[in-house]
Nanobody, 122 residues
Framework: QVQLVESGGGSVQAGGSLRLSCLASGSISSIDAMGWYRQAPQSARELVATITSDEGTNYADSVKGRFTISRDNGKNTVYMLMNSQKPEDTAVYCC????????????????WGEGTLVTVSP
């Protein structure tokens, strides 16, 4: 079982930047994919970005060009740098790991963190 702990959330003004971190309890080098989801109040959960074991990345259209996901296998950590933030980026951001197929993580070895809150003020 993999435990994921997010950090780096907080409050920022529009146009500002934050970097989220997701620390895994074990090695991430063999994990198929890791990613970030977000959920705003009264909204559905949204897949924001994913990164595969061979460093392939994908982003939601809403964050392309502003967010960058990366991984450091030596530190068992996945990061997401969020630049040019907008009020609509306000959400709880959760880290996920496991096998990724199509548009979602699948299978019994999908793990989730508790999330970290990001608030972007106008």
């Amino acid at each position: 079982q993999v435990q994921l702990v997010e950090s780096g959330g907080g409050s920022v003004q529009a146009g500002g930047s934050l970097r989220l971190s997701c620390l895994a309890s074990g090695s991430i080098s063999s994990i198929d994919a890791m990613g970030w989801y977000r959920q705003a109040p009264q909204s559905a959960r949204e897949l924001v970005a994913t990164i595969t074991s061979d460093e392939g990345t994908n982003y939601a259209d809403s964050v392309k060009g502003r967010f960058t996901i990366s991984r450091d296998n030596g530190k068992n950590t996945v990061y997401m740098l969020m630049n040019s933030q907008k009020p609509e980026d306000t959400a709880v951001y959760c880290c996920a790991s496991g096998s990724f197929l199509g548009v979602r993580f699948v299978g019994p070895r999908t793990y989730w963190g508790e999330g970290t809150l990001v608030t972007v003020s106008p």
